[in-house]
């Protein structure tokens, strides 16, 4: 008789134990899995979202200053020595080392307006960018396609009592109203946005910009190198980077992957716990069979192979089971827990190779003990027992 007929005809007679063997293992597997996969699909819902997120790299005049305060009270600054950002030279931008990091980059012009009997803050912006830059903007209307169209906030629609398809005038030009900004909660909320060039011309500064977002959010974005290598290609330009929320949101990620591991080691700890359990209880069963086997010749590694063929098939049977379960739990979970609801489960072959392999070996190494004291049975001992 073949030793893998001798593991199969135990694991049949013995199936009530062997099925919590397998469920039990089954559970750790798909736990560990659910957690992996959650993991890494949050992962990649966050870098894509940090890449929606906006401009992380902000680019300023670079100037002299003297910032005046006293006794904790600030009493304004002097600047002097401003310099401008040329609009020709943001084009050095993409020519850095990690210029394929950057998706976007949106130049600003900034200057005060007189509108009605209202002043406003004009900004000149490149919509396409702007728009790519900023997902979140909710439009009422449409974005401005021409230079006589112009976007306003929500408050700035408010106080100049203006909505979609009115006009308003600017320096004496007409400019239509395309959209409405919903309600943002930051600055946005009180300006007048206007196609770029025209901005420019209206507020004399034609090839200049007051300032330039730069959008390279990736979690592998190495953030602090791209600022020294747009302030070597600026050096009339102050660069800094705007990292709290990317290092807010990466930190709560690395909590929860520490959160996984360490709930996966006791998932390993308890699944081995309960093979070494279960597989020392049949060998103490077995002690008959075990003895006639070593009676009629059978060797020591004989008994080994048997025992622990027997854990490797249904540890292979449980690590199959436990990827589909945990990919399953996985998918019903990754809603609530990911920020967007449109959120991709990641499908990883070395997660699915990796349980099975995990499994395997869990109840292997759970089972060498067993097989070995299996091994040393004394057979006269053992027969004693008929």
């Known amino acids: 008789m073949k030793l893998h007929t001798i593991s199969l005809n135990n694991l049949k007679r013995r199936k009530a134990k062997m099925a919590f063997l397998t469920i039990g293992l089954t559970v750790g597997i798909a736990t560990i899995v659910t957690l992996v996969t959650l993991t890494r699909s949050m992962s990649s819902d966050i870098e894509r979202k940090m890449d929606e997120f906006g401009a992380n790299i902000l680019i300023t005049p670079r100037s002299n200053g003297l910032s005046m305060n006293y006794g904790g009270i600030s009493l304004g600054g002097v600047t002097f020595d401003q310099r401008e950002i040329r609009e ?20 600003k012009v900034l200057g005060s307006v007189t509108v009605g009997s209202h002043d406003v803050l004009l900004v000149g912006v490149d919509f ?14 449409d974005a401005p396609k021409g230079d006589r169209e112009v976007l306003l906030g929500s408050d700035a629609s408010r106080v100049l009592n203006a909505g979609v398809g009115d006009s308003i005038s600017i320096k004496g030009e007409s400019f239509k109203v395309s959209g409405v900004l919903d309600q943002t909660g930051s600055q946005d909320d009180a300006l007048v946005f ?13 090839g200049k910009i007051s300032l330039a977002e730069v959008a390279a959010l990736c979690s592998g974005c190495p953030i602090g190198d791209m600022v020294t290598q747009i302030a070597e290609k600026l050096p009339d ?8 929320v990317v290092e807010g949101r990466l930190k709560a990620l690395d909590q929860f992957k520490r959160f996984s591991y360490a709930m996966a080691g006791v998932v390993v700890f308890i699944g081995s716990l309960i093979v070494f359990v279960t597989m020392m209880g049949s060998v103490n069963e077995r002690t008959v069979e075990i003895g006639v086997f070593r009676a009629i010749g059978f060797r020591r590694s004989h008994i080994m192979r048997i025992i622990l063929l027997e854990a490797a098939l249904v540890s292979l049977l449980a690590g199959i089971a436990g990827y589909g379960i945990g990919m399953g739990g996985a998918r019903l979970a990754l809603p609530f827990m990911a920020e967007s609801r449109n959120a991709h489960l990641v499908w990883d072959v070395t997660v699915a190779f990796g ?32």
């Open 355 to 386: 349980s099975v392999g995990l499994a395997v070996t869990l109840g292997l190494l759970a089972s060498l003990y067993p097989a070995l004291h299996a091994s040393k049975m004394d057979p006269t001992e053992a027969l004693r027992a008929l």
């Open 237 to 244: 330009a102050r660069v800094s980077a705007i990292q709290q």
């Open 88 to 107: 020709d030279d943001l084009l050095k931008i993409k020519t850095i080392a990690n210029g394929k990091n950057i998706s976007a980059v949106a130049p």
């Open 194 to 206: 206007a196609n770029l060039s025209k901005a420019q011309k209206l507020l004399g500064k034609e």
């Open 128 to 141: 396409a960018s702007e728009l790519k830059m900023k997902q979140w903007w909710k439009i009422f209307g």
